[in-house]
């Protein structure tokens, strides 16, 4: 009698493990690492998922040596502030504290890469001789990154805005009213910057009410080599 239940039991068993090694097998498992499993009574880790390597802010791509990574993101209507990451530092966002209706400037050392000074100007109801001051005296080879936030141009003058095509820009001479624009330029740049965009404002266009949408701009930046004395 004991021995009739004790071969029944074996058989269940037997059985239960067959029916599993072969519905493992039709879902594609590997019946030996279960086999293994249950023999060393545990169960093999899963391999974990490759991870997305991240390049400094956010890029797809490492730059090369000598180069600067950046990326900028203007402001999004008169509600969520811009953004700027140099080197995958984040100098100017809403995170900080730090950004201001009109324009917001990072300058770095075109040669070191070292954050000179951040700055935001108000081109609304601010004075646009806080930003000339700001803008003439600034040094040969120095970069300059600007990320617009709400209204970018209404106090802006002729002369702001020779300054700026002076730094590289094409834009600047037309910027207007709740414009969006981003620009990464340099004092003594020979040709006009590559690294611009402008969304104007414009009723049928625009994704906010009143403003366009929100530019984004990334990219690698060369630095200067020193000068030679």
Known sequence: MRLAVALRAVGLVL????TWLLANSMLGGDSNSLIGGL????????????RLRKYKCGLSAACPPKHLAFRLISGAANVIGPKICVEDKVLVSSAKNNVGRG???VLVNGVTGEVLEIRA???WAGDVSD??????????????????FDDPASKLNDEARQLFE???????KELSFRDSWVFVGAKGIENKSPFEQRM???KSSNKYEGWPESLEMDGCVPLRAP???
């Open 121 to 123: 100007f108000d081109m």
């Open 166 to 172: 002076g730094l590289g820009s094409t834009a600047a």
């Open 39 to 50: 023999i060393n009574g545990r169960q093999e880790e899963p391999t974990p998922e490759p």
């Open 200 to 202: 104007k404002n414009s």
């Open 227 to 229: 000068l030679e004395i």
């Open 131 to 148: 930003l000339l001051k700001y803008l003439r005296p600034i040094h040969e080879g120095t970069l300059v990154f600007v990320a617009s």
């Open 15 to 18: 059985l239960l493990g067959f």
């Open 103 to 105: 324009l917001n400037i």
